[in-house]
Structure formats: C-alpha cells, structure tokens
T-cell receptor
Framework: EAQVTQNPRYLITVTGKKLTVTCSQN?????MSWYRQDPGLGLRQIYY???????DKGDVPEGYKVSRKEKRNFPLILESPSPNQTSLYFC??????????????FGPGTRLTVT | AQSVAQPEDQVNVAEGNPLTVKCTYS??????LFWYVQYPNRGLQFLLK??????LVKGSYGFEAEFNKSQTSFHLKKPSALVSDSALYFC?????????????FGQGTELSVKP
C-alpha cells in the first residue's frame, strides 16, 4: 500500500529533551515536507526537501532540523523542544515538481506535547 | 503573496441535503488548487485538484469543486451529504515558485452533517 508513515503518533516530552520524529514514504517521491497544524492557523510548512541531500527552510523553521540522507526518509529533529512547539505535525511527500503540481500525500500525524 | 481563505469556520447541513464549503484564493499566475479532508485522528486525505481545463472538477467520495476565475473561488460541493462526511476540510494552493512548491492552506472548515 502506498503510504507515508510517521512515528511516534503521540509524544509527551519535557522542555529541552531532544527528540526525533521519523517519516518514511514508499512511493519513490522526490519531494518531502514537514508541516505543523495549529488551531486557527491551518498548516504551515516547517522544512522541505526537493531530493536527497537537498533541504531548505519553510515558513516556521526555528527550533527544528531535518535531514534527507535517503530518498524515502525525512526525519524531523527538535534539538531542544520548547512548549511553543506543542502541535500536530504532518509529513508529506509528492512527485517532483518538474513534472507538474502534483498533490501531496500526508502521513497520519504526530501529536507532540512539550511540558 | 499567495493566500487561501475559508470564510466559514463551521458548516452544518442535514443528511441528504447538498453541501458547499467555500474557498477563495489570491495568487499570481495560474492557481493550482486542492481540497483535502481530515478525519479525527487521521492525516489529510487528498480529495481533488484543479490544474487547468474544465471548471468543474470531480474527486473522491462524490465530492466536486467548481473553479471560478472571475470570483477567485474554488468551492467544494456534494449533491447529497452523508453523516460520514463530517470532518475538517482544507482548501490549499500549491505555490510552485516558493519553498519547493509548498501548499498554502486555508484555516479549515469543520463540516457537521446531522442525521
């Protein structure tokens, strides 16, 4: 089944404790992205990756890191989480933009609470 | 700057009645418009998209959307609502020229279908 997977689905942590949210897709997509969803704000892009080893900042990158060492994986790293990073996080992927404005496929989401 | 607006936070309809979820957009150039649905505790699911061509776009689960260039709107419609259609709906535009083609989302509209 074609899908985007994320782990963990739920995470409660404390301020300053480093964490990683994994994302993996099995559709051979070049493009991957992370979004956060907050009430009243819709979804906002954190980071994106056009292909392996190519990543760049989105609208709200502060406090986050990413890496793209393999085509299928795009982990989101919070080096020192803070309470304002409490949110619902989504990973997404799509075919290369060179082929057109393809739809993005989303993972199930990771609900993060930082206390 | 490109933007999407969903003027209604919530839409309530009776089962069997037609439903409309409104979306307006502001883009420079050709708009690449999408509708996604989010069920509770689930990721976003792609419903349909408008790239070019016919102004009436048909998508999953019996949904369709009408693109209106003069009114800069892309309203989501369904002729006969089901209780199972109750969910959070997002309109989005894909910005091909910035941030790797990120999706710019509206704030979301909560659709409630009552029996």
């Amino acid at each position: 089944e074609a899908q985007v997977t994320q782990n963990p689905r739920y995470l409660i942590t404390v301020t300053g404790k480093k964490l990683t949210v994994t994302c993996s897709q099995n559709m051979n997509h070049e493009y991957m992205s992370w979004y956060r969803q907050d009430p009243g704000l819709g979804l906002r892009q954190i980071y994106y990756s056009m292909n392996v080893e190519v990543t760049d900042k989105g609208d709200v990158p502060e406090g986050y890191k990413v890496s793209r060492k393999e085509k299928r994986n795009f982990p989101l790293i919070l080096e020192s989480p803070s309470p304002n990073q409490t949110s619902l996080y989504f990973c997404a992927s799509s075919l290369s933009l060179a082929g057109g404005p393809y739809e993005q496929y989303f993972g199930p989401g990771t609900r993060l609470t930082v206390t | 700057a490109q933007s999407v607006a969903q003027p209604e936070d919530q839409v309530n309809v009776a089962e069997g009645n037609p439903l409309t979820v409104k979306c307006t957009y502001s883009v420079s150039g050709n708009p690449y418009l999408f509708w996604y649905v989010q069920y509770p505790n689930r990721g976003l699911q792609f419903l349909l998209k408008y790239i070019t061509g016919d102004n009436l776009v048909k998508g999953s689960y019996g949904f369709e959307a009408e693109f209106n260039k003069s009114q800069t709107s892309f309203h989501l419609k369904k002729p006969s609502a089901l209780v199972s259609d109750s969910a959070l709906y997002f309109c989005a535009v894909r910005d091909l020229y910035n941030q790797g083609g990120k999706l710019i989302f509206g704030q979301g509209t909560e659709l409630s279908v009552k029996p």
